[in-house]
């Protein structure tokens, strides 16, 4: 042997930060990672902030993401899905990076997965998704287009005749959804697929899930896609599952528990339906069973609504909803930017079975001031 050098062994390390969500949690080489005490003491005074922040959303609308799961259970779903199976994925003409865990079959754990963004194939390699594209016939959700407008298009797909789409979708969902069930039938439910649509096709960016014949939930889950947020997707999607209720003469809520995205979600969507019909009818009296009739929104998440913001009020006797003018706009203006607005007369869809419109409520009517 005439020389010799010593390879410098390199490990990468699986991060979860404390006080984070595990979507953050990511694979890093041992060269971003650096030890700074002083950093860490102040890192700790953000996650106390972060956490005094959820407690205060959590007081507001209690919202338990273990609900129905013993101790046991959570452990073992947590230890089964701590490390994520596939680090990236490429859909369409965007690269992102995965949240969560998804039981994708082995063969497809990977750092980068590429999806074929009409049918929801996917591959390993690139090389095999540019082979499968240039013979890929399919341009959109393999259902009824049920709603268009000028940028976006829903479709129904029924997950029992289309059982391939409807799975693929769920897998890819599962790496931005923390779901607490890895596997399910499919079967029973309907999927609601939004796209944005231009001369090359339909562009999957999001979608909602509603089982068959529940007559409780209008909406089992929920998912945009991460390179599509902050484009008011999320409202739209819930605002169009209670657009569906309308049509189906009943009111309807979300399958609990939400995820913390899920909850400020529909805290915020709720709290601006409510305050707008509110705003839209100054001095009608209303109550709690006008408002669900004419939102199609639960009387129990209403109730929530009106006695967190301190609009249901109680004096002599009786209740009454304080809906002085400035006082309901601060708060619908607290509740961030609204969404894309559902065009109700561009749905075309009819209910699959006749519901009766189903009566909630608190009781009586509600007396409105504007001031007290």
């Known amino acids: 042997m005439i020389d010799g050098r010593e390879r410098k062994v390199t490990f990468d390390y699986y991060v979860h930060y404390v006080g984070h969500q595990r979507r953050n949690d990511r694979w890093c080489h041992e060269d971003e990672i650096?030890?700074?005490d002083e950093e860490i003491k102040k890192q700790f005074h953000e996650i106390e902030r972060r956490e005094r922040e959820l407690k205060e959303l959590e007081e507001f609308m209690p919202n338990?993401?273990?609900?129905?799961?013993?101790?046991?259970?959570?452990?073992?779903?947590e230890e089964a899905t701590k490390v994520k199976t596939v680090e990236y994925i490429e859909f369409g003409k965007h690269r992102v990076e995965s949240w969560y865990f998804s039981p994708f079959p082995r063969e497809y754990h990977c750092a980068t997965l590429h999806i074929c963004e009409f049918c929801l194939n996917f591959f390993v390699n690139k090389a095999e998704l540019v082979r499968h594209s240039e013979r890929c016939m399919v341009?959109?959700?393999?259902?009824?287009?049920?709603?268009?407008?000028?940028?976006v298009s829903m479709f129904e797909v029924d997950a029992k005749n289309q059982q391939a789409y409807c799975e693929n979708l769920c897998l890819i969902s599962k790496l931005f959804l923390d779901h607490k069930t890895l596997h399910y039938d499919i079967d029973p439910f309907y999927f609601y697929v939004l796209c944005?649509?231009?001369?090359?096709?339909?562009?999957?960016?999001g979608y909602f899930s509603r089982e068959k014949g529940n007559m409780d939930n209008?909406?089992?889950?929920?998912?945009?896609?991460?390179?599509?947020?902050?484009?008011?997707?999320?409202?739209?999607?819930?605002?169009?599952?209670?657009?569906?209720?309308?049509?189906?003469?009943?009111?309807?809520?979300?399958?609990?528990?939400?995820?913390?995205?899920?909850?400020?979600?529909?805290?915020?969507?709720?709290?601006?339906?409510?305050?707008?019909?509110?705003?839209?009818?100054?001095?009608?009296?209303?109550s709690?069973?006008?408002?669900?009739?004419?939102?199609?929104?639960?009387?129990?998440?209403?109730q929530y609504?009106?006695?967190?913001?301190?609009?249901?009020?109680?004096?002599?006797?009786?209740?009454?909803?304080?809906?002085?003018?400035?006082?309901?706009?601060?708060?619908?203006?607290s509740q961030g930017m609204p969404g894309r607005p559902v065009i109700r007369d561009n749905i075309h869809w009819?209910?699959?079975?006749?519901?009766?419109?189903?009566?909630?409520g608190a009781g009586g009517k509600l007396g409105q001031r504007g001031n007290q």
């Open 34 to 36: 650096m030890i700074d």
């Open 64 to 77: 338990n993401e273990h609900l129905g799961l013993t101790e046991k259970q959570i452990h073992e779903f």
């Open 139 to 151: 341009r959109c959700p393999p259902g009824d287009e049920i709603y268009r407008d000028d940028a």
């Open 196 to 205: 944005e649509h231009d001369s090359m096709g339909y562009h999957m960016v």
């Open 218 to 286: 209008n909406l089992s889950c929920i998912l945009v896609l991460p390179f599509v947020q902050r484009k008011g997707y999320g409202k739209f999607i819930v605002e169009f599952s209670y657009e569906l209720s309308l049509k189906e003469g009943r009111h309807g809520s979300p399958e609990k528990p939400l995820s913390d995205l899920g909850h400020r979600l529909y805290v915020s969507w709720w709290t601006q339906r409510v305050l707008s019909v509110l705003l839209d009818f100054p001095d009608k009296t209303l």
């Open 288 to 302: 709690i069973t006008d408002l669900s009739q004419i939102t199609a929104i639960d009387p129990v998440d209403i």
């Open 305 to 333: 609504v009106l006695e967190n913001f301190k609009i249901l009020r109680y004096s002599g006797g009786q209740f009454f909803l304080f809906t002085e003018k400035e006082f309901l706009e601060s708060i619908r203006k």
């Open 350 to 360: 009819i209910p699959h079975r006749e519901v009766q419109q189903i009566a909630g």
